[in-house]
């Protein structure tokens, strides 16, 4: 989005309506920040009351210049506190924003079903929904109200998000539900609409998310022939992202949709000229030698991969580098150096447990701990 979206000059028209403030969450320094406003999942955009202190409107995701202007719209409204367009979608704001996902479902639910589906909120109140009913495991109704609310989102951006959405959470669904074959048909026919629609400006992102649920759906159904032409079909569109990037920022932005892609497609030797472009123009990010070292390991080229992760090692920084970590230790378990890869594990345990209060993460240390424990204790 920073290489996309928020460089719209549409969007100068909101200057002096916000404070902007954009959030690198793995550096030490804003850890009190994190720490006061946790941050479940990346990118996320928060509308901040300047007088309680308090989130009051949460959108986790992606979004376009349009759907920015209405979460703009709807942020302003909540920190003036007018009448919102119903009290459900009100209640439910606040819940989502205080991340409470289960205690803000049945808000969304009345708001879906009480907003006329023609207000700007509808399609918000419906996204929010689905991501609340991902996050808490209801693939069943999530899957069922994707597919029920379509024909009130379908032609925008909106929509598409709402097919995909709907698409991942029926492939979750137990092979013995008896609407899973139609959901996930009825999904996967929608997901191929928005991707075909000419009218649809789908940034880069939403789309390559598109095809990576259109992916799995071929896979699940074990159509090799299927999954094996949509992977092509999902490198052949990020490549020509990539060919009408303008900016050095922007063609870098795409490099963890075209690694999947290009792995989906059994392509990844051509991430290595991208990742090394990117590490040219980008010399101070620790992402592109990070990626790089990933996919030498995967080409067991372990020699390179190790290269490539001593590269990443030098730059990264926060919780991220227990990500480098992770890699580093599978590269020496691929190269049956046990010793080593324990070393590392036991590297990564240590640093984890040294972050700051607002980074650390008791989950990711008991994972540590217990990974210890597997091959033999600590």
């Known amino acids: 989005m920073r290489a996309y979206v928020f460089t719209d000059p549409t969007l100068t028209k909101r200057a002096g309506q916000f404070v902007w403030l954009s959030i690198d969450t793995e550096k030490a320094q804003n850890a009190p920040f994190t720490k006061k406003y946790p941050i479940r999942a990346w990118p996320s955009m928060y509308v901040i009351d300047p007088v309680s202190e308090k989130i009051v409107l949460r959108w986790v995701g992606g979004a376009t210049v349009a759907e920015l202007g209405k979460l703009f719209d709807d942020g302003r409204r909540a920190v003036a506190r007018p009448a919102a367009p119903t009290e459900s979608l009100a209640k439910a704001d606040?819940?989502?924003?205080?991340?409470?996902?289960?205690?803000?479902?049945?808000?969304?639910?009345?708001?879906?079903?009480?907003?006329?589906?023609?207000?700007?909120?509808?399609?918000?109140?419906?996204?929010s929904l689905l991501y609340d009913l991902s996050t808490t495991h209801q693939p069943v109704e999530c899957a069922t109200l994707a597919r029920s609310t379509l024909p009130n989102v379908r032609g925008t951006t909106a929509g598409a998000a709402v097919a995909g959405q709907g698409?991942?959470?029926?492939?979750?669904?137990?092979?013995?539900?008896?609407?899973?074959?139609?959901?996930?048909?009825?999904?996967?026919?929608?997901?191929?609409?928005?991707?075909?629609?000419?009218?649809?400006?789908?940034?880069?992102?939403?789309?390559?998310?598109?095809?990576?649920?259109?992916?799995?759906?071929?896979?699940?159904?074990?159509?090799?022939?299927?999954?094996?032409?949509?992977?092509?079909?999902?490198?052949?569109?990020?490549?020509?992202?990539?060919?009408?990037?303008?900016t050095p920022e922007q063609l870098t932005a795409l490099d963890p949709?075209?690694?999947?892609?290009?792995?989906?497609?059994?392509?990844?030797?051509?991430?290595?000229?991208?990742?090394?472009?990117?590490?040219?123009?980008?010399?101070?990010?620790?992402?592109?030698?990070?990626?790089?070292?990933?996919?030498?390991?995967?080409?067991?080229?372990?020699?390179?991969?190790?290269?490539?992760?001593?590269a990443a090692m030098a730059?990264?920084?926060?919780?991220?580098?227990?990500?480098?970590?992770?890699?580093?230790?599978?590269?020496?378990?691929?190269?049956?150096?046990?010793?080593?890869?324990?070393?590392?594990?036991?590297?990564?345990?240590?640093?984890?447990?040294?972050?700051?209060?607002?980074?650390?993460?008791?989950?990711a240390i008991a994972s540590l701990k217990a990974q210890l424990g597997e091959s033999g204790g600590k």
């Open 94 to 127: 606040a819940l989502f924003s205080e991340g409470k996902y289960e205690e803000s479902i049945p808000p969304y639910r009345e708001a879906v079903k009480t907003l006329p589906k023609t207000s700007p909120s509808y399609a918000r109140a419906v996204e």
């Open 167 to 246: 698409l991942d959470c029926a492939l979750k669904l137990p092979p013995e539900a008896p609407d899973r074959a139609s959901l996930i048909a009825a999904l996967e026919k929608e997901v191929r609409a928005a991707l075909a629609d000419p009218k649809l400006h789908l940034v880069a992102d939403d789309r390559s998310a598109l095809y990576g649920s259109l992916q799995d759906a071929h896979e699940d159904a074990h159509d090799v022939a299927g999954a094996e032409r949509v992977a092509r079909e999902w490198v052949a569109d990020l490549d020509a992202a990539a060919a009408a990037a303008k």
């Open 257 to 310: 949709n075209r690694l999947n892609a290009y792995e989906a497609a059994g392509q990844l030797e051509k991430a290595i000229p991208m990742l090394e472009k990117s590490e040219k123009d980008f010399p101070d990010d620790y992402n592109p030698p990070a990626r790089l070292a990933l996919v030498y390991l995967k080409l067991k080229q372990y020699d390179k991969a190790l290269q490539a992760s001593d």
């Open 315 to 363: 730059k990264v920084y926060g919780p991220r580098k227990l990500r480098v970590f992770a890699v580093r230790a599978d590269i020496y378990a691929a190269m049956g150096d046990g010793a080593a890869a324990r070393k590392t594990v036991q590297d990564s345990l240590a640093y984890a447990e040294a972050l700051p209060p607002g980074q650390r993460s008791e989950t």
